[in-house]
């Protein structure tokens, strides 16, 4: 930050990064951090011009817009609105978004525990404050490394009610969003379900027949090994789901002709991705195995699993270069991250998600390349890693009731593409009307995936009445005829910071 932004007083430092955010920092050694953070990317993004007062414990700092009041002692922080000071607490957040609505129905999750919609950049006061005090140093060289004990480093947003103007200079802090590739716009098709190369084939050429469009073809976690692992690999340390929840070699039972498979699909205007669950590592059993091991220093006579391990940057280049790259170049488009256990790693703090989202994003965009994942939320920031799987939902009226409402909610933290099961997950009775309803909805919605469990029915119009298929077909051919519509905004989002899908009060200062 250059100096001309920054006031210091003892060990704390305050840095005006624009009008309306103000930055606190307090570091015991009175050394402060300048370089990007997980969340921060960019704090010198426009020129301010501000006065600096300071008596005894409190500093005011008067920007164009703003007055601020900081306690240097407790680094409270007060903006002046209208004849009031008021604080973060004196106010009602608008919240923000949430990690995953796995086994959720509507505000509900298993065990019966809420939502957590976490907080937003807005508030009822017009005053939010956010904590990056736990965020890790990102380094030029790709990797981390930790905040050293004890710092505070918190932002301040005091944007009133200018949700727009507000969520932009977010955007010009925190990075854009990126844009997506057209195809993520269209219908998809998923299933969790162990399809056979013709049977999954045979699907979408009904699809065409029945003029049904689509443009991504999922493809779950059934096309590598998973009932056919070793029984070696049982006594192996696994997920609770079992030896097989983690891998990378095609199930050539199902996939004879896996290249030709994608080849097919590609020919049909799909295009494809393929679901991950990397936590397990990679086992003796791996066709990848042997190559994997030596990269990582291990020999391969000894059967000892590659260990999954975001924080070591030699397992991430071969994660990519030997796990990933040869499917890619073989026909897999992109990538759908399917972590789902928990936030601890090698590094305290160092969540595997957030890893997981931006090693990806960043290997993606290789190349030129238009970068492109489905994962879910980690946190602020994570709208630089798009797209969100909000995660395994039951097949619930209160389950579509909440996602309309839970994804303009997003947009206030600047996270504006969410993936939703459409139809819902798993424990689904065939309601056509639920069935109905959820497609239109997902029509409408910044991404529209059909999905299902594979113990619930399938999603395809025709399994639902004739009524309801007539009426989700016109939908689904109105998804693709909104393309242009949706490409435009898609570009807006990147460019202009304008999110498709935004709470009312957002929309209404456009």
């Keep these: 930050i250059p100096s001309d932004k920054t006031a210091v007083f003892g060990n704390v430092r305050i840095s005006v990064i624009t009008d309306r955010i103000l930055r606190v920092e307090r570091s015991d050694d009175g ?19 501000f006065t600096i007062d300071k008596k ?9 817009s703003k007055v601020f009041s900081v ?18 607490k004196d106010g009602r957040n608008l919240k923000g978004t949430a990690r995953t609505l796995d086994f959720s129905w509507g505000k509900w999750q298993l065990p019966s525990i809420r939502v957590d919609m976490g907080k937003g950049l807005f508030s009822t006061v017009g005053v939010v404050e956010f904590d990056d005090s736990q965020s890790f140093i990102l380094l030029e060289d790709g990797s981390v490394e930790m905040r050293k004990e004890g710092v505070v480093d918190k932002y301040i947003f005091a944007f009133d009610d200018d949700y727009l103007g507000g969520l932009k200079e977010f955007y010009s802090l925190t990075g854009a969003t990126p844009v997506l590739p057209k195809y993520a716009l269209g219908n998809w098709w998923s299933r969790y379900h162990a399809y056979t190369q013709e049977e999954y084939l045979d699907l979408m ?5 029945k003029n049904i469009p689509l443009t991504v ?40 002709d896996y290249k030709g498979f994608f080849k097919e699909l590609k020919g049909m205007g799909l295009a494809v991705t393929m679901n991950l669950h990397p936590k397990d590592g990679i086992r003796f059993f791996e066709e990848q195995y042997e190559e994997m091991a030596r990269a990582n220093g291990i020999d391969p006579t000894t059967k000892k699993t590659v260990e999954f391990d975001f924080t070591d940057m030699q397992f991430v280049r071969s994660y990519f270069d030997i796990l990933h790259h040869p499917y890619e170049d073989d026909g897999v488009d992109f990538w759908w991250i399917d972590w789902q256990q928990g936030k601890k790693s090698k590094l305290k703090g160092f969540d595997p998600l957030w890893a997981l989202n931006h090693y990806h994003t960043l290997d993606a965009g290789r190349e030129g390349r238009r970068p492109l994942i489905l994962s879910r939320y980690a946190g602020v ?6 797209l969100g799987f909000s995660g395994d939902t039951f097949v619930k009226w209160a389950s579509l009731k909440l996602q ?24 689904g009775n065939g309601d056509s009307e639920l069935y109905t309803r959820w497609v239109q909805y997902g029509v409408f919605s910044p991404i ?9 029915l399938s999603k395809e119009p025709w399994l639902y009445g004739e009524k309801a298929e007539k009426i989700t077909t016109e939908f689904l051919r109105l998804r693709h005829r909104l393309l242009p519509y949706l490409y435009t905004a898609n570009i807006r989002t990147a460019r202009d910071g304008e999110p498709l899908v935004m709470p009312l009060k957002l929309i209404r200062i456009m």
Excluded: C
């Excluded at 997003?410 to 504006?416: F, K, P, Q, R």
């Design 31 to 49: 050394v402060f951090e300048d370089r990007p953070t997980q969340t921060v990317l960019d704090r010198d993004f426009t020129k301010t011009k």
């Design 448 to 456: 529209n995936r059909l999905h299902s469990n594979n113990t619930s």
């Design 71 to 88: 306690n240097t002692s407790t680094l409270e922080v007060r903006v002046k609105r209208g004849e009031k000071w008021v604080r973060e």
């Design 56 to 64: 005894d414990d409190k500093v005011l700092v008067l920007t164009g």
């Design 205 to 209: 050429g009904k699809f065409r027949e």
């Design 381 to 386: 920031g994570s709208h630089r890693y798009p």
């Design 404 to 427: 309309p409402y839970f994804t303009s909610t997003a947009s206030n933290v600047g996270y504006t593409w969410w993936s939703h099961d459409i139809g819902g997950h798993i424990f």
């Design 217 to 256: 073809a999922t493809i779950d976690m059934d096309w590598h090994l998973v009932k056919d692992v070793p029984k070696e690999a049982h006594k192996l340390p696994h997920s609770f789901q079992g030896p097989g929840w983690t891998g990378y070699t095609f199930n050539k039972k199902l996939f004879p």
